[in-house]
Structures are given as C-alpha cells and as structure tokens.
C-alpha cells in the first residue's frame, strides 16, 4: 500500500497557516496576481511550512532506484485487483461505496474544486526547460493536462464545464483546508527552479492511480453525472505509458550525474510527502452529512431572505421571517414544516408542498436555490424513498464539446498577436510561457499560446 493510498482515507491533518490571512487567501493570491515579485517570496515560505509538516509523514518510496518503476507498475496492479474486486461487488448488488445519493456526490465535486481548477500547476515552472530533454515527460504531462490546447481536453475547462453544469460556483461553502493542496501546487510552481527535486517528487505521487478516482468516476455515472474528468485521469496516469510512467523515468532522468544524489532523493522523496497533506478524497468524501450540508446552506441563504417573506403563513406560531432571524431557528422551522405537512420526508419530494414551491418554472420560490441547493433539499426530503425508474447512467465523455473557434477579435488573443509579432520563434517562447500559466491557460488566448507553444517547441529542436 503507497502512501497515497493509505492516507486517502484518514483525518484532515492539521497545517501552519501563512501570513497571508489564510490557504483560501494565499491561493487567490499566488493563481490572480501578476506580480512575481510578491508571488515568489509568499510561495516559497508557504513551501518551507509545508515541506516541514511532509517530514512527519512516513517515507515509502523505495530506495533502490532501480525498483522505481516496478514499484510504480506494482502499485497500478494492486489498484486495478482492487478496483476488479468493487465492480464484481456492484455486479452482485452490493451499495456504492461513496456516494449516497446525487447531493453526496456534487458535495465533493465542490470540495475537491480548489484543487481541480488548478490542475497541473506544480510543472508550470519547467517551462523554461523546454529544450532539455531530461524535461520531456515532465512538459508533455503539463502540456496534456492543458489539453495541449484543445478547450475540450483541458482539464481545468472540463471540470468547469462540470461544476457549471450542476450549478456549484459557491466557493463560499468550500473551507479553507480545501484548497490546501491547489495552493501546494501553486506554490511548486511558481518555485519550480528553486525546489526541482520536490516538484519532481510530489509529481511521482500526484501521478499514481488512485482507486478513488475509479470508483468515484463509475458512482458519478451512476448518478448521471458525467465522469470524463476522471475517467481521462484514468487513462492518461497509467503506469505503461501514461503520467506515471513519465513520473518515475524523470526521477532517474534527472537525478544529479555528480554532486550529493543522496540529498536530491531525500528532497525527491519530501515532495513526494506533500501529496499527504490536507484532506485527501476519502477524507472529503466521508466527511458528508446531508443534514447538515442543508442546514449550513440555508445559514448561508438565511439573511437574504429572513426579510423577504409575507406574514401570511405561520408555523406554530412564528412567520416565515421569525423562523430566519436566527440561525438557532433553522432545525426547529423543517421540523414544523415537516409537521404541518409541507415537507413529506422518506417520500417522493414531488408530494411535498415545499418542494412544489421551489421546483419547476411556475414554482412560487422558482430560482431562489440553486441545482446543487436543490439537489441537496431533494435529497434530505426523499432520504430512504428511492424513485422505481433510477436516472440512466450518462454516457462517459459526453461532455466533450467540438472546439469552437475564438474570433481574433478576442482583446486577450489581440494582445498576444502584438506580442509576438516581429519575433523569432525562441524570443516567442518566454511570451508564450506567460499564457500557459495556472491563470490564463484555460482562456482563449491561452489555448492558442498551448498550441503555438507546442508547435514551436517541435519545430525548434
């Protein structure tokens, strides 16, 4: 069992905030600004808080260098016998192991976003590399995760595509230690040069194969969400060819022909390490409970609406408003709710009052809550009900949209014409770099930098 594996299902561990106000502020910070003079020295003191608390984690890497990859292809194999073992178990009628029901799910589609969103981020900083070859694996796993240009296979804009598509743009609901882990990327890469061996070692660990992510992309298509953000992870991490392959074989491409090796290892196998900190996926996942998940929902909708209602309904005594003058107030208002009838729980929601209310374009209530709101309040009515014709799983990758092209009009793309013109295909390089950043790859002009940045790099060597 890796580390990675093991550590995918303990507590949330505890970690030094930075002097920034926060992670969730420091990771703004480093993923908005442009300003590399503010962002450098902010994420290499982060890193140094975070290398320190990686230390205390166990150190299972192998050290016999030459055991890497079979290390590597052992660790694949056990994910796959284990993830044949849970299929067989579904086949036979056993439960989903991870998501309760849809609200579950779109809980940790959320939680996880911090880190999605910024996929890849920790190789930003080898760019400059681009002509060594020791680099190759390295850049094309960055440039695949920007999905070489391509708006239907970068990674950051498929997980958007997601998140929109369930309506799940409230960072507000997202904590602080989730973004624990986007921030260490951030961090690594914009302190690349300086922290080489560690970006090198936590790329190791992000590009093992996790059974997570196969069970989570067979129980998303399950609930009709499409899986292909995962399901591309699966595919292109695989220990034959794919990211984790290239991960071990930079390991030994890049490993000092002279100097202390013995140090670039430690530093390799700290990196590594990193991926243990904060809440791994299991951790999230388990963390869920839907009766909580709505009464903090209806906190956060409470004072936008605790002035909003008549006075014409009352529920043992107190209108609508009286219910929401406090927070203390929310779990006694859905128990007269549910006393008065207007919430029918263990039921089919569509036979209870409330539901009517905010469901549907006639509906009273109609776009007060969100798909993902409205999710987590069907949910929580429905609880044990289960309807007799269950949602058909979605088709796998069904989200793929052909590539619209970006008119030149685009003010981004107009900028990045201007910038280029004039210059010889090495002085474009460092100019492209800028646009292949954690910010701006997923953006228009980012897209076309990728595909000039690729183009260039294969016409240059």
Known sequence: MTALTRLESRPAREHLMTATGGVKSFYEQLLLSDDDAIKTPLARRFLQEQLQQAAQLPDELPRDLSALQNWVEQHSVDVARQYADYVQQRKAGGARQFFSNKAHA???????????????????????????????????????ELGEGNPAQNHVLIYRKLLAEHGLPDTAAITDERYLQGAIQLALGYCAQEYLPEVIGYNLGYEQLPLHLLISAYELSELGIDPLYFTLHVTIDNASIGHAHKAAQSVLQLLPVEGDRDDFLRRVALGYRLNGLGQGSRAIIESFDLDSEVLSMLERKRPFGQHMHSDYSRFEGKTVNQWLSSSEQLPGLLAALENKGWIKRHQDPQASRFWQLIDGPGAAMFGVFSPYEKQLLHDWIAGDWKPEHPAVAVRRGSSVAAETPVPDSDPDIQRLHAALNGLSGHEQMPVLMRWLSPHRHAHPAGLLATRRFIELKSSLL
Do not use: M
């Open 106 to 144: 779109l809980f940790f589609l959320q939680a996880v976003a911090p880190t999605k969103l910024v996929d890849g981020a920790w190789l930003y900083g080898l760019l400059p590399h681009w002509k060594d070859p020791r680099f190759d694996g390295l850049l094309s796993t960055y440039l695949e």
